[in-house]
């Protein structure tokens, strides 16, 4: 049998990526090898300098190794983010293909000038650690915390509510000075993206769900933590292209993650509760509701939202998308509802 060994290869770099434990084992079932083959690809890889090796026979831990890092403190006050991009960040990612140095100017520069713009710490950190796979980048603050500052800002009953309108994006506590489409580009933009302040995490991934969850220790300020594939083919203008208007070339459409609005659990089913996930809703005129995680929602919820604001606001398009049954059933219904009541010229 022919092994495709840059195939092979890259499979035990991900495998060693995913998992440190069992990597030979795994290996040879993925790649369809020996275990001796197995083990020969991962000793290549460690003489290479790409990965590092404990212990001995099968209880042997694999990781891969940090080829390139660099880390500073710097004051905030009077720091400039394309500062810290060329003395930083852009050493550490020059040998990469065009579209992602691309990205991680954007990203990088958008984090830190948040950092400095927003949280009103005496430092800002940052670093930046590369393998042979993927790279991350680290801001952090210790500044109010992004969560608190637009609980306050937009006058929140909960900073947990936060997340949700970080999420739908044209959000921002600064109007004069920001657009707040950093955080939303940012976040399509890499393989993984996260934001830590508090108790409190909000993540993003392009294949998987935003998530919300509560941290086991207090996080001060606000911590972002970006990780993009050192060969990734994303292009960052086909980011924004997917959420602008093609004519007008307006970032006109977002797409509202629902299980952030579900919190420690509770489901969807009052009209309070769509009131506050169709909160902005006015600056869009695409907004895709994304009910992924979502098991069910009740008849007051999906009736504000399909019904009352869609008569209200007949120029923004609601689109669900990833429906359970029973949801898909219930949006039905106030589709339903707000057409008849629209074809009896709005009379009770």
């Not at 997340?163 to 920001?178: D, R, S, V």
């Amino acid at each position: 049998m022919d092994i495709d060994k840059p195939s092979l290869r890259r499979q035990a770099l991900e495998l060693v990526g995913a998992d440190s434990h069992r990597v030979g084992t795994r290996l040879a079932q993925s790649g369809g090898v020996s275990r001796q083959v197995a083990n020969g690809y991962l000793q290549a890889l460690v003489r290479d300098g790409l990965v590092d090796a404990e212990g001995t026979t099968r209880a042997r831990v694999y990781r891969l190794k940090t080829l390139a890092e660099a880390s500073r403190r710097y004051p905030r006050d009077g720091l400039q983010e394309d500062l810290v991009w060329r003395e930083l960040v852009s050493p550490v990612v020059a040998r990469f293909a065009q579209n992602v140095r691309d990205i991680w100017h954007y990203a990088a520069t958008e984090m830190i000038n948040n950092a400095i713009d927003h949280s009103g710490a005496a430092d800002v950190l940052v670093e930046v650690r590369k393998n042979e796979l993927t790279t991350e980048v680290l801001v952090a603050d210790e500044g109010e915390g992004i969560f608190v500052k637009i609980q306050r800002a937009l006058d929140l009953h909960d900073p947990r509510e936060a997340i949700l309108e970080l999420a739908k994006g044209k959000l921002t506590t600064a109007p004069e000075q920001h657009t707040g489409e950093g955080i939303f580009f940012t976040s399509r933009a890499l393989d993984f993206f996260e934001i830590e302040s508090h108790h409190l995490r909000f993540s993003h991934a392009p294949r998987a769900d935003n998530a919300i969850a509560e941290q086991a220790a207090d996080t001060p300020g606000t911590r972002v933590c970006m990780r993009l594939a050192n060969d990734s083919p994303r292009v960052m203008r086909e980011v924004f292209d997917a959420y602008t208007d093609p004519e007008e070339y307006t970032f006109d459409k977002t797409v509202v993650p629902l299980r952030l609005a579900q919190y420690e659990g509770e489901k969807l089913v009052s009209r309070s509760q769509a009131k506050r996930v169709a909160h902005r809703f006015e600056r869009f005129k695409r907004v895709e509701l994304d009910f992924a995680g979502v098991s069910d929602i009740g008849q007051a919820f999906a009736d504000e939202l399909f019904r009352v604001f869609v008569a209200a606001h007949p120029t923004i398009r609601i689109t669900p998308i990833n429906t359970e049954p029973a949801v898909a059933q219930m949006i039905r219904r106030a589709v339903a509802a707000g057409a008849a009541k629209a074809g009896n010229g709005n009379h009770a």
